[in-house]
């Protein structure tokens, strides 16, 4: 049944469909009406699920993971600040090989305090150990919550998934979106009973002391759980498919940049508005495209890299910016083309940090300027796009 | 005002249009303003930017026209709605578009929308989008505060229905 | 009847403040600040006092502030006073301003911590009993009884069920020099309570009641009487606690809890059962209160 | 106003007083004083959350141009001498 | 005066020496004897300073960001757990332009716990806006800590510093330290007195809510500021030099590069053990060299990229590893040579996670593998050194 | 004399921890699990506790247990309550066992969290009164006048200036429905208590006394004597709080504090003075516990 | 040993007994009973801080493979049957 | 141990030498068995990995002779230096290797150092070392000594000179 309504609601929608038995929210604008949807899912009977409500985030995390431990499917939201204060026990979920899943509605830092979007929140949890899956539409919020359970859950796989939506311009958007039947959810999705849990009877602790002989052996699977990963995104992407009849993309969704010469390579809502530019553009005989970064970790490294080999300009749009390096898309995007024989100029944009309005012109103008760049060089390897007080005009 | 453009988004896809809405909102304030706005079209929406050159505005609070430019960027065959007292005079604004007036605050007080110091005018201001709007008809408008509406739905809509009666062109 | 103003005249807050209408922690503010004067440092976390100074470059404040993050209230205070103290500064009031979720939940532990470590400066709690920022969602502040966002009232249960953290008595328990409760409707015991606050060293805490019109779902112009039937009812008794000794300073005529909770319409849900529960544990506390009065802890 | 980043200091430090934001605005309800009933108690003085009312010769004058209409004046003044009329009413 | 001392105590010497006037401090493995030889200092009066006890790290860090907005000159160490705990007010920190400059004694995150060195913690806030420098001696540890305040408060710069050093292998590892006169110190390092302070008089609010339209503006000034911050790091060091006759290689320290084939990029103890590598290879007639990384942030994209632009092949080390990635070292080295006209083959070795011992003899067949993959081009760009069940020996 | 052992024989814990010889926090696991049982998860966070069991794969516990961030014991047993309650699970009892410094410190908010939110567990705090795993800093739990690394003894001033927070009337005022003191010295006691606190519902804490070998500068042969002296001194009195009311459970010599002190060399240093200022703070905190206990608050 | 990475769990779960650490290594002291004085009164049982003394037929054994020579049982021994001795000695 | 260690590396310091010690250590606990290494050298020490194949190996608790390979991968013409009491028979081990014994546990106890029943071993065996280490001299160990030691400086001077003199050589 498709029906009109946020980014929120869907993110609610999806932990109700996958069943989330325990969840545990602490509220931060713009993810509050995630919770609020939930408490009431729970408080009418619709959704079986005990609803703890902590005190804050770092104890939602906590939470989340005892449960996960004891076995129970467990959801929780959050955003910018609550996000980062959760830094630490995200490591440990990932440490522990928990397929949490988890919402955060992409949202600035402070100072200045700020409750828009930008992607700096989700970024700095790039070395945590999550999947972290940027959504464009409201229906893949809701997707992608469901896919990501089934794809975490997997007994090779194992690590907790962070489902990222953008501030206000996502979470707070209302669209059309299609909520699937339950049983086909259940029927793609089948109930959390992980190989190991804690219980009575079996008296084992978890997240024991290693010593230096040993610690790394467990780093290494993990490794190998995030690279399985991949695969299984694509293959669960794939089933999803041939059950809902809806895809995402994969792990770098590729719009129209089979035969492109420059390619806009951008991860969130941006993305979106970036296909109505790629066709306008394209009405008027610009060879452009979109490759929307879907999964941030695992990184769409090959994709990438194949995608580099074809194009000769690639514009790498950040809504975050790392200091004293660039943003991070961009500086993994690099990484990734490294080896490719004949790689294209990739230039960084830094844009719409702190809310700041993407509009399609400043998408044109970026496809503009990389046409021209990846002819003549860069000059500058990292652009800040719409700063007021710089020569150069974007709107 | 989030209300009113999550109406009409609703209204329009039951008409079958895709849609799209969204606040321009921070931190919210009863009382301070906001602005909202919403993309009907034939085709699945993807641009997610602001809208800086809308077809239609509509005001809800009137005190507005004294401060921001309400029609920055409004097209040329742009239709304004203004929720405005009945009887008092409109003040000077630009010739070149068409203006229809409500007095969605009586309407809404009326019905006993809101508290009698803040009513709620969303959905009365949303019945009178109806009338001037080529997309959505009243019905389905109807049909969306219905949905919506927290409390008191038959109020919410009596008060849209008694709007799209009493929308009126007005000229400045 | 005409009179002299009962409380000192300088104002220390701008108007244009981005409060709601009728917004109980805007009383707040303005007495504690007639309270302290000028020669004062506010840390003031994330909650609606965070945003009502308006957006940059807006200030509608006339002392120092520093925003913090939400639960580093109480570490905030710390800084500053070690700051001032390695400066050689002596004569300023550090003041930590809280609503009652980043006290009462998540900025608990760092006021604990100034607390045990004995910073010298005040903290006020702002009590509206929900995060109201980010849209009346519970806190441990809330009560008993009432709707918020994430208490909805629905089938299976509804309604918040567990009962408001004392935070006055968990304050009590970490042996500070001063603790008080103060009302908006009792500006006068509120200055006098504040004043001296100021004078005491050590950790002090004020937990001012705050009613809020959106929050408790009520007509804005009632807020002061809500917060003056509160007194009354003994929901929100007004005390102080001097060196561990209870001294309750008003008290209030022990009017049904029913008069202050009809005007608020998130415990318009209730039952008549319901209610005299909640009257039954206001009674309760009240005799706590009492007996912790005469007992001197 | 989108400021240059010259312009604007390192961190977003507020100095400006907030009188800035006319939030007369927002005045659903306008108070509205009765003179010649006024007693000068200060009551409302004290009580309004904006502090927008002035003490002038002890009488209250009210800074229309802040006041938000909350109508805790009205509602707390002893003499019942403030009224709430709907704005652009009278 | 030379003395023999741990990486602890030059940490605290060096917060000594630069007279930090408030510390805010929290325990934890292996950082504690910093904060308890401080609190000595301050005990017996050898450091006028205020000592706050805080009952946490996000409380430590806080207390600092009030104390150095009220301006005092403030000091902290972590490690591990009480870093990333740090994580959200670390960005804070930075957003506030704050030149806080804090101790981090890099360990590994759990689970599984554990007390050794890996790099993750430090790497997992490269996002928060921070200067990074990772360093190879005690005596590093010291003179950093003291050229990081005079970076950091220029008032162009402004931004906070982290000096990490490596669990146990430093922080416990006692060796040689000169102790700058207190005289000299004070000569090169003025007191700090920032443009704007939180103080009576002057009612301002200090990091308050900004809108869309103007936030990004704040963030490109912190970008200018880490900017200038690759400038000052070099000029510091020089003058630093000019004063005291040390110093220990700008933003990447190059040996034995000049005429090197191939050079091991590195960061941290390991850098120290791989020059005695360096030179047993060259005695061996190898062309071998090591690029060290000291300046993670603000990273030496230039150097990385001239280096680059001169050798055959790069090793890059890594002693952390982001999952869904590869190291952040390595990922961040081929971003910045990307541009090279002839790029080296580059290739990330993973190795040393949660104390795992990096033994010269691992260095070399790192070395050797370098030369062999520089030849025939690398088969896998990622290679886990010395993992338990992999085909491969590395000792 | 010979006797039939006077606490459950069945034992929860396997020898081979690596606590340190005469660790008291050793003895509080095994008292605690005997009075428990089978049926328990515990949740430990980071002390001393979570390396006792042993490097990997070693454990030294007969029940299930989930290591937790330090700051984190009171979610853990949310989540874990959770989990089982979504699963139709009863009969087990949930546990977060946690040091002094992870309780009163960086763990307090969590707890307090879970208390609020009725959590249906039992927290235990083990209270050697300082961070004794990173060696031996101050807590918020270190008593006044204990030299610790971070409050070391110097000329400007030296040893632990500030109290000891009363965890006790802060869990007392978070109004659960049980709360006790044990000690290692009474096992029979210690052991009662956990039983009785295993048979309520709701959100319990029990506060454990747990001398500290190296952590306290004392012989380890000495530690159940200096637990037996605590007790005897009122330094750290037995009681419990059963919803609200205040019952002594032993009350002690009233033996002069000295007697506790002087085994311990943490408290070498001080004078006769500050023992005698000691021995004030014991008797007036004694006085008003008995004070609570006739009022029964 | 190291394990091999395929050995391992996902994670680091515990399940071995701690018997696995012979903490008798430890010892310094080593507690010795004289069961002729031995009054069978269960005390140093119950106040062993490790748990390595066993009822045997009411009369403590010690089990050395654990033991930590505290010395507790020692000092609690209301019969003073049990003397610590130096490791080596005797 | 980790006393010890850094004793030793102090002490050559003192000769000129540049040094290096370290601890192989993580939660300490009082009793249980922990290594520490030292590096002497003419050169600055760079080297920051753990040390395979030492020159010297001191054993601070003969129970460990029983446990782990203590001599695991010592040099062929290294020396042992073990704690070990007096009188007693050594256990089987390699006749390759240099062996030295003191009693340093009886010699700390004899001078009060650490409890009786744990007697702290760390000063008394670095003056035994000074006797066996062709690199360290007894006076600047002593020195070290007085720096480091906490409490009892002169007991701790007075056990290291003590052990530096009743050291003997052993053959297994
Ligand atoms: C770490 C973190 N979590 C959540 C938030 C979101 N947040 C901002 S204000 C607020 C509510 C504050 O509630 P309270 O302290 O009661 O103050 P009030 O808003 O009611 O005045 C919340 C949840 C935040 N800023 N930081
Ligand atoms: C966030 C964080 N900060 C600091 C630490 C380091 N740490 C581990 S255990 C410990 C001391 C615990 O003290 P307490 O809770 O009293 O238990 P004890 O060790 O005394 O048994 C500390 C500070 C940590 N693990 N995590
Ligand atoms: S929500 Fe409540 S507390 Fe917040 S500004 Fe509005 S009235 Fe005040
Ligand atoms: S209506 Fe409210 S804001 Fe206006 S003057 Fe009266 S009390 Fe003040
Ligand atoms: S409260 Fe009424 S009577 Fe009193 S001063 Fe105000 S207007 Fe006059
Ligand atoms: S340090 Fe103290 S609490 Fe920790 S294991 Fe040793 S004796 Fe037990
Ligand atoms: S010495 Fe200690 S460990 Fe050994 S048996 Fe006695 S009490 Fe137990
Ligand atoms: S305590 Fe002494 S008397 Fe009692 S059983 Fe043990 S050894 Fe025997
Ligand atoms: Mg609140
Ligand atoms: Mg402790």
Request: hydrophobic share 40%; proline share 6%; net charge neutral.
């Amino acid at each position: 049944m498709r029906e009109v309504m946020t980014g929120n609601y869907a993110s609610a929608y999806g932990a109700k469909l996958a069943r989330a038995e325990v969840i545990a929210a602490y509220p931060i604008t713009p993810q509050t009406s995630i919770v609020e949807k939930l408490a009431d899912f729970v408080t009418t009977g619709e959704l079986k699920a005990q609803f703890i409500p902590v005190e804050s985030e770092h104890s939602a995390m906590a939470a989340c993971i005892a449960a996960e431990t004891a076995g129970a499917r467990t959801y929780t939201a959050t955003s910018s600040h609550g996000l980062t204060l959760m830094h630490e026990v995200l490591i440990w979920a990932s440490g522990a090989r928990l397929p949490i899943v988890m919402t955060n509605v992409s949202r600035a830092m402070a100072p200045p305090w700020s409750v828009w979007v930008d992607h700096m929140d989700s970024i700095a949890q790039r070395d945590t150990g999550w999947l972290q899956f940027f959504c464009q539409s409201n229906q893949e919020v809701l997707d992608t919550i469901i896919m990501a359970y089934k794809v975490c859950e997997s007994s090779g796989i194992m690590l907790p998934a962070m489902v990222i939506m953008d501030a206000f311009i996502q979470s707070h958007t209302s669209e059309p979106v299609d909520l699937p039947d339950q049983e086909l959810v259940d029927s793609f999705l089948p109930p959390y009973s992980p190989d190991l849990k804690i219980e009575v009877g079996k008296p084992m602790g978890f997240g024991s002391l290693v010593k230096p002989d040993q610690y790394m052996e467990f780093r290494y699977k993990a490794m190998l759980g995030m690279k399985a990963a991949r695969d299984r995104v694509l293959r669960v992407e794939r089933e999803f498919k041939s059950i809902f009849g809806r895809e995402h993309g994969g792990l770098l969704e590729r719009y129209e940049c089979d035969d492109a010469d420059v390619v806009l390579v951008a991860a969130g809502s941006v993305a979106a508005t970036a296909k109505d530019v790629v066709d306008s553009m394209r009405a008027k005989g610009h060879r452009v495209g979109l490759a929307r970064i879907r999964s941030f970790r695992p990184f769409p490294h090959d994709e990438i890299r194949a995608l580099a080999g074809k194009v000769e300009g690639m514009a790498v749009l950040d809504r975050s910016y790392t200091f004293g390096a660039a943003g991070a898309m961009f500086t993994e995007a690099r990484a990734s083309a490294y080896s490719v024989q004949k790689r294209p100029v990739m230039k960084n944009y830094i844009a719409g940090l702190g809310g700041r309005d993407i509009t399609p012109r400043i998408l044109e103008r970026i496809f503009e300027d990389i046409q021209v760049v990846s002819r003549r060089g860069a000059e500058d390897e990292v652009e800040w796009v719409d700063v007021a007080g710089l020569q150069r005009r974007w709107r | 005002m989030v209300v009113a453009s999550e109406v009409l988004a609703k209204a329009a896809f039951k008409m079958g249009f895709e849609v799209s809405s969204f606040p321009f909102f921070g931190v919210e304030r009863r009382g301070a303003p906001v602005t909202a706005y919403a993309r009907i079209d034939e085709h699945p929406i993807r641009n997610k930017s602001s809208i800086y050159e809308p077809d239609y505005v509509v005001v809800l609070d009137s005190s507005l026209l004294r401060g921001i430019d309400i029609l920055e960027g409004l097209k040329p065959s742009g239709k304004v709605l203004i929720n405005y007292p009945a009887g008092k005079k409109l003040p000077d604004l630009p010739q070149r578009y068409k203006y229809f007036l409500i007095d969605a605050t009586s309407i809404a007080a009326a019905h006993g929308i809101g508290s009698q110091t803040a009513p709620i005018v969303n959905t009365a201001i949303m019945g009178a989008f109806a009338k001037i709007c080529d997309k959505v008809a009243l019905e389905p408008v109807l049909e969306s505060i219905r949905e919506v509406a927290p409390v008191k739905e038959e109020e919410n809509v009596a008060a849209a229905k008694e709007a799209y009666e009493r929308t009126t062109e007005a000229t400045p | 009847m005409m009179g002299k103003p009962t409380i000192p005249e300088p104002e220390f807050t701008f108007p244009g403040s981005t409060g709601c209408p009728g917004c109980g922690a805007n009383l707040v503010m303005r007495y504690l600040l007639k309270g302290l004067g000028e020669r004062t440092i506010l840390s003031i976390p994330a909650c609606c006092w965070a945003v009502m100074p308006g957006y940059w470059p807006s200030n509608c404040l006339k002392v120092p502030l520093l925003y913090t993050a939400f639960e580093a209230t109480g570490a905030a205070m710390s800084g500053l006073r070690a700051a001032l103290d390695a400066k050689g500064i002596k004569d300023v009031t550090i003041v930590g301003f809280a609503g009652d979720g980043g006290t009462v939940d998540i900025g608990l532990q760092a006021m604990s911590g100034a607390a045990e470590r004995r910073t010298d400066g005040i903290y006020v709690m702002y009590d509206n009993e929900a995060y109201m920022n980010t849209g009346i969602q519970r806190s441990g502040s809330t009560p008993w009884g009432a709707w918020t966002t994430t208490t909805p009232v629905g089938s299976t249960h509804g309604f918040k069920h567990e009962a408001k953290k004392d935070i006055m008595a968990i304050m009590q328990a970490h042996r500070i020099p001063y603790a008080a409760t103060v009302s908006v409707a009792h500006p006068e015991d509120f200055i006098k309570k504040v004043v001296k606050a100021r004078e005491v060293k050590g950790f002090r805490f004020i937990h001012a009641m705050s009613p809020c019109p959106p929050g408790w779902r009520m007509n804005p112009m009632h807020i002061v009487e809500v917060a003056r039937l509160a007194v009354d009812t003994h929901a929100f008794p007004l005390y102080e606690i001097e060196n561990g000794k209870v001294r309750i300073t008003r008290k209030g005529k022990g009017t049904p809890v029913s008069e202050y909770l009809k005007f608020q319409g998130r415990f318009s849900h209730l039952t008549d059962a319901e209610i005299a529960s909640i009257q039954k544990t206001i009674d309760e506390n009240w005799q706590m209160l009492l007996a912790k009065e005469t007992s001197g802890t | 106003m989108t400021k240059s980043y010259e312009e604007i200091p390192l961190t977003p430090i507020s100095d400006t007083p907030s009188t800035i934001n006319l939030t007369g605005y927002w005045r659903v309800m306008r108070p509205v004083v009765d003179k010649s009933k006024c007693k000068k108690c200060t009551i409302c003085w004290k009580f309004c959350p904006d502090g927008v009312i002035k003490l002038v010769d002890g009488e209250p004058v009210i800074d229309l141009q802040y006041c938000k209409g909350c109508g805790v004046c009205s509602f707390e003044c002893p003499a019942k001498c403030i009224i709430m009329v709907k704005e652009g009413d009278l």
